[in-house]
């Protein structure tokens, strides 16, 4: 944790976060590892209880008006129980939240953001389809307007909360004929409007959240449930990018902390060849290896919060968050890893958690979007920002900083 960052507030915010994360009983983590919780609603409900929820959501609408600065020190804390408790706390609070927050109307703000911050209720998003998540403007969900209302057929796959939630903030192809800024609308559907749900997967890991196929067979939507405008998710999927991506980076270091904690402590104690393991380098330059992949991290998603809560240019942010999605996610998968390799066989057994950890972190790396999306996007947003310098030509043009930088027969590039 980067404390010297930290405002009194900040402090006071994670301590909150770290003491709910104790406050969850050992058995209930046991017990969605086992698949013997459906969806961690009691977890919610207590989170809830303690105002916890949707703490960027304005005050006015039962959250707390932090910003993101915030967001990502309760996020870390609350992961340290495993991946999937941050998961559905932040599909619930941080996802669909936000697309209320930037572009619900009054009345939707009103109706559904504060029992979703007392976790009276509680949000799925639904972009995935059997058909594939990657390419999202493909969807074959179809929104059919029938006076005024809309009617929804189609299926979302891997749905966080599928199983659990009464709200689902659902992308539809409203206009089949249109591109990609104009052929999605998002919607606001309440499970009491016959969204049915299938509990399908069986998951390597991050069990116990939900995660099922949502169904949607002429289901009747009001189009006061729109959120934003017809035919108008774009600029929402846009903005969503920010809670999907950089809220998974930030619960991601949480939920690989404890295991490098758990390989310190036992380096410390595990004896080979007559000394503790972490006196040989080969061991304790793992840890230190881990240890700078954490701080790393955080110092990224440090500086993306700032990005973010100043307004920075919305290309920069999507680029921000898109590289350390996959930094940081990338990063906490070998933080895991390497604790695994200093416990030795006893890492790969079930006497410690670690092996789950590293079940769990697995998927980081390929929801909210795989990290070779989350390359797509960085490369593109840089070659732009790229292509902008040079015609504005503000910096230093570093390519005639060598000896022979004016050979123009050798800077043939056709
Ligand atoms: C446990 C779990 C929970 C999930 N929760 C949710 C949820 O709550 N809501 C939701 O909507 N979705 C959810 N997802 C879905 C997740 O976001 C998708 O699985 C992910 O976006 C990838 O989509 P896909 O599985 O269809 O893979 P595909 O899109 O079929 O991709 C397959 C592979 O091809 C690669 N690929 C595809 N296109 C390109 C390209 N242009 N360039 C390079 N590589 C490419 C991908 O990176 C991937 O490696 C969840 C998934 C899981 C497993």
Redesign the pocket.
């Known amino acids: 944790m980067f404390e010297f960052t930290m405002t009194a507030e900040q402090l006071k915010l994670r301590d909150e976060a770290r003491d709910f994360a104790r406050s969850i009983p050992r058995e209930y983590i046991l017990d969605m590892d086992a698949d013997k919780i459906k969806y961690p609603k009691e977890f919610l409900q207590e989170a809830g209880r303690r105002n916890l929820i949707g703490l960027r959501v304005p005050q006015e609408y039962g959250g707390r008006g932090l910003k993101w600065e915030d967001d990502i020190i309760a996020l870390e804390e609350i992961c340290v129980n495993g991946y999937i408790f941050g998961?559905t706390y932040g599909?619930t609070g941080d996802v669909v939240t936000e697309a209320l927050v930037h572009f619900g109307t009054e009345e939707q703000k009103k109706k559904y953001l504060p029992p979703i911050c007392k976790a009276e209720k509680f949000a799925?998003?639904?972009?995935?389809?059997p058909?594939?998540?990657?390419?999202f403007f493909g969807s074959t969900t179809i929104a059919t307007q029938d006076g005024d209302d809309f009617i929804l057929n189609g299926q979302?796959?891997?749905?966080?909360?599928?199983e659990g939630c009464d709200y689902f903030l659902v992308y539809a192809k409203s206009n089949p004929e249109g591109g990609p800024t104009n052929s999605m609308t998002c919607f606001m559907v309440e499970r009491e409007m016959g969204v049915k749900t299938e509990y399908l997967?069986g998951?390597m890991g991050?069990r116990g959240?939900g995660?099922a196929r949502v169904v949607f067979e002429n289901v009747r939507v009001p189009k006061e449930n729109v959120i934003g405008t017809v035919n108008g998710a774009f600029p929402i999927f846009y903005q969503m990018m920010i809670p999907e991506r950089f809220g998974t980076a930030a619960m991601t270091i949480g939920a690989a902390r404890p295991a490098l904690e758990i390989a310190t402590d036992y380096s410390t104690k595990r004896k080979a060849f007559g000394k503790t393991i972490n006196q040989f380098e080969g061991v304790s330059f793992k840890i230190a290896e881990a240890v700078t992949k954490l701080d790393s991290c955080r110092a990224l998603m440090y500086a993306t919060a700032k990005a973010v809560d100043s307004g920075a240019d919305s290309a920069l942010c999507r680029r921000l968050v898109s590289e350390g999605k996959k930094f940081v996610t990338e990063q906490c998968w070998d933080v895991a890893n390497l604790s695994m390799q200093v416990m030795g066989g006893i890492g790969y057994t079930d006497v410690y958690p670690v092996e789950k950890i590293l079940r769990d972190l697995r998927?980081s790396m390929?929801?909210?979007?795989?990290?070779?999306?989350m390359?797509?996007i960085t490369q593109h947003e840089w070659y732009t920002e790229r292509r902008k310098e040079l015609k504005n030509l503000t910096k230093r043009v570093s390519e005639y900083d060598s000896v022979s930088a004016f050979a123009e027969d050798e800077k043939i590039y056709e």
């Open positions: 998961c599909v799925a998003e639904c972009l995935t389809e058909r594939g998540g990657s390419d979302k796959r891997f749905i966080v909360g599928g997967y998951l991050c959240g995660t998927l390929i929801w909210v979007g795989s990290n070779e999306i390359s797509l």
